[in-house]
């Protein structure tokens, strides 16, 4: 079985879709295929289709509605095309693939792949190369990891409390990736190659902070001094006006950096109370 929920809901067995149109059918399959091989509660199914607000019918609806899942999966392994000659015939059912275990629902992926668990094996290896100094290593790992994106996950599913929040757990993991990449990229000086990148990142997360200083080292470092400076007042402008905050002292000792033409050579935590850190041999002038 192959999964695919870092976009549009893709699930295939044999390479057939077993994803129903219904909403509520999908919600089950969404959620199955998120834990696959594990179990999957009935309470946090119902949950999930009911939101705290459950008919009394609700485990006899979800039982219908693992039936309905049961009907696409034989379907699909009607396509297969058999045993080899010779060879004895596995015969895999439905209920093979989606499991009832005591407590609720087992989709078994028969070791097929799954968008997320390769996501997060190649973040994690990305992160490693992040700590080890391994930039080039690590921007390209973690490129790799983002590429498995196609838009929001669970983009065309109904979603209720509990893929709601898988949502948004999964979207701050690629948002995490994404901020370690571009930091891989800056430290192998590919200031330019990420400006128009993080123009579109800044604005879509205005009060993130990581993604503001990023964009105000690029600039500085592509001889745009000014939009760096104003790059920050616009973050400390909407940080007070939206959350009634200043901008971490780590954001203002960048625009201290960079208002002495110093600016830190990378973004990585700094020690309490130290100062910006510039490059051995003198400030780092912006590139040209």
């Not at 599913?157 to 901020?179: H, P």
Request: glycine content about 10%; some cysteine; overall charge neutral.
């Amino acid at each position: 079985m192959d999964i695919d929920v870092l976009g549009a809901l893709d699930v295939r067995e044999n390479g057939v879709s077993i994803a129903p149109t219904a909403p509520k059918p999908r919600q089950v399959l969404a959620l199955l295929a998120l834990h696959a091989d594990r179990v999957v509660p009935v309470a946090s199914l119902i949950e999930e289709l009911w939101s705290g607000k459950p008919p009394r019918s609700a485990r006899t609806t979800l039982q219908t509605y693992v039936l309905q899942l049961r009907e696409l999966i034989a379907a699909a392994l009607a396509h297969d095309g058999g045993p080899e000659p010779g060879a004895e015939p596995e015969r895999r059912t439905a209920k093979d693939v989606l499991l009832t275990l005591p407590g609720g629902y087992l989709l078994s992926s028969g070791g097929g792949t799954s968008d997320v668990r390769e996501f997060e094996r190649l973040a994690g290896t990305g992160y490693r190369a992040m700590d080890a100094g391994d930039f080039a290593g690590a921007s390209r790992t973690l490129s790799s990891a983002l590429d498995l994106w196609s838009g929001t996950a669970f983009a065309d599913v109904q979603t209720g409390v509990q893929l709601s929040m898988e949502a948004k757990r999964l979207d701050e993991s690629r948002l995490c990736a994404l901020d370690q990449r571009i930091e891989a990229d800056l430290r192998l000086g590919r200031h330019r190659e990420v400006l128009a990148e993080l123009t579109v990142l800044t604005s879509r997360y205005r009060t993130h902070e990581t993604l503001h200083a990023q964009f105000m080292l690029a600039l500085h470092r592509s001889g745009r001094r000014g939009e760096a400076l104003a790059v920050y007042q616009q973050l400390r402008t909407t940080l007070g006006r939206d959350l009634g905050l200043e901008p971490s002292p780590r954001l203002r000792r960048l625009q201290h950096s960079i208002l002495m033409a110093a600016p830190e050579s990378s973004l990585g935590p700094a020690a309490p109370g130290a100062g910006p850190q510039v490059p051995q041999g003198g400030p780092l002038a912006p590139t040209r």
